[in-house]
């Protein structure tokens, strides 16, 4: 039976440290990429066409033709799953900004271009059809074996790159802590090698680098008392307070030490006018109190931040930094260095 699009992707969900083998049997760990998931279609048949559904379902083949006409490398009949990454030359890195405009980009001079100056590429880490013929219920040590013999045999190369992976944990914590330095690699996802593949089960393990640092409270949401969530920022090399994203919700006793310590903000704080999503990239927006930009909030976060120095996830707030003074805060920092503490 051949797959056909919309096909539901196999999830991971977020964990703090690595499954035992005990509970999943031996082990896989993959480098966890910072970009959009993807399934990728080859004709099955004479008249078809080659296809890039997202995660959610939709088909945006048409938004990377640099991609499609490198198509015809690829076998019939083939469904991978992977994630889409976009580089930027200019930055010498993978640029999320970059992917984001290149999904968004209409008509065919403006993806033309974009693909020209964004390079795009897919990184294959499943294999859910072969030759036509679905692989679903093949264990993912049997999958894996196919999609490394796909790239063997067919002498694959970019833009598709087959996602690196390793059965050993000590080369994985490594990865964890080294490689996610890079901008673009944000962790590593953890599977069993016994498994099949679960469309739209939530299976896999992932694990996100995060470090620890430090940032100023400008506004929470909640009450004074009971602070619910906490807005942070950083200033910049004019003194200027910046906005670089949010908790997520306080636990009770953290709200109640927050609480105890917030003042609200005087005339001329400098976030005033402005409005705060409630979440990355939404529209949605938050009902904030303002407070004295004074407070030091010590915040664990992950690797993920957008060109505009702003964390896309929420970050955990972990303790209140008395000791510290806000000028004693680092700079605020466009890019991904924003995240260095």
């Known amino acids: 039976m051949t797959l056909r699009p919309p096909v539901k992707p196999m999830l991971a969900q977020a964990v703090e440290s690595v499954p035992g083998p005990g509970v999943l049997g031996e082990l896989a760990f993959e480098q966890k990429f910072d970009g959009y998931r993807a399934v ?3 004709p099955a048949g004479a008249g078809g066409a080659f296809l890039l559904q997202t995660r959610r379902g939709p088909l945006i083949q048409d938004r990377f033709p640099d991609l499609v ?3 015809d490398k690829l076998p019939d009949g ?6 889409l990454v976009v580089w930027d030359p200019q930055a010498g890195r993978l640029s999320f900004e970059g992917l984001q405009r290149r ?3 209409r008509g065919r001079r403006s993806t033309r271009a974009l693909a020209a ?4 590429f897919f990184i294959a880490f499943d294999i859910l059809q072969q030759d036509g013929s679905e692989l679903t219920d093949y264990p993912y040590r049997q999958r894996r074996l196919r999609l490394e013999a796909l790239f063997a045999d067919h002498r694959l190369a970019a833009p598709w790159t087959l996602c690196p992976m390793t059965t050993d944990l000590i080369k994985a914590q490594q990865w964890l802590e080294s490689w996610t330095e890079i901008s673009g690699v944000e962790g590593i996802v953890v599977k069993a090698m016994n498994q099949p593949y679960l469309p739209g089960h939530r299976d896999w393990y992932k694990l996100r680098r995060r470090d620890t640092t430090e940032a100023i409270i400008g506004a929470i949401t909640g009450t004074m008392i009971r602070p619910q969530l906490l807005l942070l920022g950083r200033r ?7 906005s670089i994203g949010r908790t997520a919700p306080l636990r009770a006793e953290l709200a109640r030490l927050v609480g105890g310590n917030v003042i609200a ?3 001329g704080h400098p976030w005033e006018g402005w409005r705060f999503a409630s979440a990355w990239g939404s529209r949605d927006l938050l009902d904030v109190t303002l407070v004295r930009p004074e407070l030091v909030a010590e915040i664990s976060a992950d690797t993920a931040v957008d060109g505009g120095g702003v964390f896309r996830h929420p970050v955990r707030f972990k303790r209140l930094r008395l000791d510290v003074a806000a000028e004693e805060v680092p700079l605020f920092s466009p890019g991904p260095s924003a995240a260095a503490g």
């Open 40 to 42: 990728l279609f080859t």
């Open 69 to 71: 006409a490198a198509a």
């Open 78 to 83: 083939l469904v991978l799953d992977g994630e």
């Open 103 to 105: 999904t968004a980009a």
């Open 117 to 120: 100056s964004l390079p795009a």
């Open 236 to 242: 910049d090399a004019y003194g200027d307070l910046r």
């Open 265 to 267: 903000a005087d005339a």
